[in-house]
Each structure stands twice: as structure tokens, then as C-alpha cells.
């Protein structure tokens, strides 16, 4: 039986409250009244109170021509990871940054890319369209020179991308923040690594300096601002009730007994819906990690040790290498059945979800949820998050759609992105003699 708080009937099986991702901002013209390095932009007469009450100019420098800007006068951006997120993300930065603009050049340049092995590195900007035939060719990565690289000969702080899964470069974000970078990050390894962690990544990316890491919980759901932004309007979270892993979301959406669940797991293995090894997901540790973001994010000062954690993988599978826990896999079948049927005869749903409620208290696990509330009605690799608050209730707010794969997670990731340099740039620019 599910140790989860009775989840209240008289809930609405779906909310009705719809959060909208924000619009994408168009960066290149830039509303200023500061007249020292300003022009009008090109191709264009210069606008008038009579041909256009709201006056739109675009900040130049000497040396730009209007359809290229100089490396110097771009935000410089290294690019961390070229795994499934990482190549996606470089597709998308390609067609956006060739986009037509009315000629105008874009305020960002690729200046490094780097997976684990090789990094790819340019004085200009590279061609993102082929990087990896035409740029300059690769070296074995080195963090250090990877950074130096990237920040020389510009006024700009650079942006950092993390699209890697790896806890070395999680550990690099405190000291990037704290030496003027900017840090984009789908790796949650940082984030939710511990109170002290947290802290210092706190301390470092106030004011000037912005730590983005949208994409850490949900992909490119809007979870992680929509907390910030309630709290810091003032609002009180009561709770937070979320399906925060596509895989689980997607075994337990589709477990319905007339398969064994270890078929379904090895199923979705195939299909690239799991970790390679599907233990990373059973664990339930990596939504425990997007949990503690949120509660974190909710003001409770948590660490990822006050998660209770439900691990569905049998104790004598843990230690196992992975052919033989595949083998093995069938011994999950028993125990999870009997949950199922439990589920049936209580007329609800099976389903692995993360909670926090008001006093803090958060845990990950199996729970049973009646046919009426919002958990009931996912389907594929949705992810859900609904927050009750002192304003939201008795309706929820609800958050819900796909939480995971490449080319979603590389727009949040981009979205990020093209936050930080809209910011980089109106914070800097106007102080570049
Ligand atoms: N997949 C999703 O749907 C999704 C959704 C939300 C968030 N995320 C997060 O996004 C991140 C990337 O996921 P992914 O699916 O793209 O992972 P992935 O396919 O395993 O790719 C990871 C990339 O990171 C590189 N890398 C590892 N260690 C490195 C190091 N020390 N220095 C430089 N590069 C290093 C790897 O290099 P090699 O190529 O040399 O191995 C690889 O290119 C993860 O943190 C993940 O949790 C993923």
C-alpha cells in the first residue's frame, strides 16, 4: 500500500490551469536611449516620432558592418557535451544563428565545443552547420585550456553549456560562476549536489552572474521558474506532487498486467527510453534529484539524504553487472504485480511519483491514485508536476507534457541560453568603450 497522503477527491481529474512557455525573445535590436554607440539599423531610415512612436535602434560598433559582427563583439559560448542533447542542441544553435535577422549578425558565437575525449576549439565562430568536418581539428580535452580559450579577447563574460552527464564538469560549475562565466546547464549533478554546493552555486550567480538550469527537471517543461516565480511573488508551496521521470512514466503508463513488467523494461531499453543500464532509472535517485531542485527551489533547505527513496530494484540485483541483472529482471515481476492488483482492486493507478509537502517532508516511491486525480490521465513519457500553494487551491497548478528527449530538452536548453545572452548583453554592451 502506497505510504503517499490520501490524494483529495474532490480534485479535479485534470487542471485547469494551463502555464504557457514563454515566447522566445528576438535578441539583435535593442530598444535604448543611450546615444553613444548608436545607429539606426541598417538598410533602414532612421525612425521618426512620425513614422514610428517607438523608437527601435540597434547599439553598433565601429568595426561592424551590419551583417557581421566581429568574434570580439560576440558573447562567446563553449559548448560542454555532444552526446543526445548535445548534437541536438548544436542543430538547433545552427539554424538559429543562420537564420535570417534583417541583416543583422547574431549577438553569440560557438567558440568551443567539447565532448570527453576531443574538443574543438576557434578564434572565430564556428560554422555550426558542419563543426565537425570543417572547424580546426581536434585535441584531447583539457577543461582549463577549454575555458581560457573561450573567454579570451572579449569583453563579455562567456556562456558555459554542461549538456554532459558528468559529475567532474558538475563540480567545475561553483569555480566558472565565481571566475565571471555564465552557466547553462541540462547536468542537475550540480544543482542538486549538497547544502554546500548548493549554496556556493547560490552565492556565485547573484547579480552579475547567471547560473540556468531550466532543463534539469522536466526538459523544457517551465517547472523550475514557475516554483521560483511563486515564491518569490510571495505565494506559500503546501505541496508538490510530480511525475518527474519520463521512463517510469512510460513503464508504469504502460503497465497494465497482460505483460510482465520486466518485458516492458526491456522493451523500453530497446527502444532508448531507459539509462543503457535501467537500474539508473529503477533506482528512483534521479528523481529524488529533480525533487530536491524543486523543494530547494521551494525554500526548503534540503539535502538528496532527507528524500525517502523507493529503489525497485530487488537488493540482490543492485550489486549484479548488467547481463545478469537482465537476466535476473524477471524477480521484479512478482513483487510488482501484487502492487498492480492492490491498485485494481482500489480502483486506481500505479504510478512512481516524487511529493513535498509543507513541512518539507519529500519522498520518491510507488503510490496507488484514484481515477479522478491528475496522475491518471498521463500517457507516453509524460512528465507531471502539480502545485498546490496558498493561491493555487483547492485547484492545483498543473505542469504536464513530455519531459525528456533530444530535441525538446535542447530548446530548453537553448531557451536558456538565449535568456543569458539577452541579459549578458545589456548588462556589458553599453559599457564596451
Ligand atoms: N536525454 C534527455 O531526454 C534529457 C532530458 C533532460 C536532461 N538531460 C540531461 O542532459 C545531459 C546530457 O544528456 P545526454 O542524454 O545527452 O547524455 P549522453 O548522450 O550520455 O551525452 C553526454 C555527453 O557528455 C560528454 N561528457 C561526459 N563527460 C565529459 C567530460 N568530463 N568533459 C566533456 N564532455 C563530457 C560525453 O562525451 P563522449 O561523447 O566522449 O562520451 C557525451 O558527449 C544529462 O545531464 C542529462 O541528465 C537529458
Known amino acids: 500500500m502506497s505510504d503517499y497522503p490520501a490524494p483529495d477527491l474532490r480534485k479535479p481529474a485534470v487542471a485547469s490551469t494551463a502555464v504557457a512557455v514563454r515566447p522566445r525573445r528576438e535578441h539583435p535590436r535593442i530598444d535604448t536611449t543611450d546615444s553613444r554607440h548608436v545607429k539606426p539599423a541598417a538598410g533602414r531610415t532612421e525612425p521618426t516620432a512620425s513614422t514610428n512612436s517607438r523608437t527601435v535602434l540597434e547599439i553598433r560598433r565601429p568595426t561592424d558592418d551590419g551583417t557581421r559582427r566581429e568574434p570580439r563583439w560576440r558573447i562567446p559560448l563553449g559548448i560542454l557535451g555532444t552526446g543526445t542533447i548535445g548534437r541536438a542542441l548544436l542543430r538547433q544553435l545552427a539554424k538559429y544563428l543562420t537564420a535570417d535577422r534583417l541583416g543583422q549578425s547574431p549577438l553569440f558565437c560557438v567558440r568551443g565545443i567539447a565532448n570527453s575525449r576531443s574538443m574543438w576549439l576557434t578564434r572565430e565562430a564556428f560554422d555550426l552547420r558542419d563543426?565537425?568536418?570543417?572547424?580546426?581539428?581536434?585535441?584531447?580535452?583539457?577543461?582549463?585550456?577549454?575555458?581560457?580559450?573561450?573567454?579570451?579577447?572579449t569583453d563579455f563574460a562567456p556562456i558555459l553549456v554542461d549538456v554532459t552527464a558528468s559529475p567532474a564538469i558538475a563540480t567545475h560549475h561553483v569555480d566558472w560562476l565565481r571566475g565571471g562565466c555564465h552557466v547553462v546547464t541540462a547536468n542537475k549533478l550540480g544543482i542538486a549536489g549538497s547544502q554546500t554546493q548548493y549554496q556556493a552555486l547560490r552565492a556565485a550567480s547573484t547579480g552579475r552572474i547567471r547560473y540556468a538550469y531550466e532543463t534539469t527537471v522536466g526538459a523544457a517543461l517551465p517547472v523550475v521558474q514557475t516554483v521560483r516565480d511563486l515564491c518569490t511573488t510571495g505565494d506559500q508551496i503546501l505541496m508538490i506532487q510530480g511525475l518527474l521521470s519520463g521512463t517510469l512514466s512510460y513503464l508504469f503508463n504502460t503497465y497494465d498486467g497482460s505483460r510482465p513488467f520486466s518485458e516492458l523494461v526491456r522493451t523500453a531499453r530497446s527502444r532508448g527510453l531507459t539509462e543503457p543500464d535501467p537500474r539508473a532509472d529503477l533506482a528512483g535517485m534521479d528523481v529524488a534529484r529533480k525533487l530536491l531542485i524543486l523543494a530547494r527551489e521551494?525554500?526548503?533547505?534540503?539535502?538528496l539524504d532527507d528524500i525517502k527513496v523507493e529503489n525497485l530494484v530487488p537488493v540482490d540485483l543492485a550489486q549484479?553487472?548488467?547481463?545478469?541483472?537482465?537476466?535476473?529482471?524477471?524477480?521484479?515481476?512478482?513483487p510488482l504485480k501484487n502492487r498492480l492488483d492492490e491498485a485494481n482492486r482500489t480502483r486506481g493507478v500505479l504510478r512512481y511519483a516524487a511529493m513535498l509537502n509543507s513541512d518539507g517532508n519529500a519522498r520518491v516511491g510507488l503510490g496507488i491514485y484514484p481515477l479522478a486525480h491528475a496522475f491518471a490521465t498521463t500517457c507516453h513519457t509524460d512528465n507531471l508536476i502539480e502545485v498546490t500553494t496558498e493561491r493555487y487551491r483547492p485547484t492545483p497548478l498543473i505542469i504536464r507534457g513530455p519531459g525528456a528527449g533530444a530535441d525538446i530538452t535542447a530548446a530548453g536548453v537553448l531557451t536558456d541560453i538565449l535568456k543569458v545572452v539577452d541579459f549578458e548583453w545589456h548588462v556589458t554592451s553599453r559599457n564596451i568603450p
Open 298 to 303: 521551494a525554500g526548503f533547505p534540503l539535502d
Open 131 to 153: 563543426w565537425h568536418d570543417a572547424t580546426p581539428p581536434s585535441v584531447a580535452t583539457d577543461i582549463d585550456r577549454f575555458l581560457s580559450h573561450v573567454r579570451q579577447t
Open 320 to 334: 549484479d553487472t548488467l547481463d545478469d541483472f537482465l537476466v535476473h529482471l524477471t524477480r521484479m515481476d512478482e
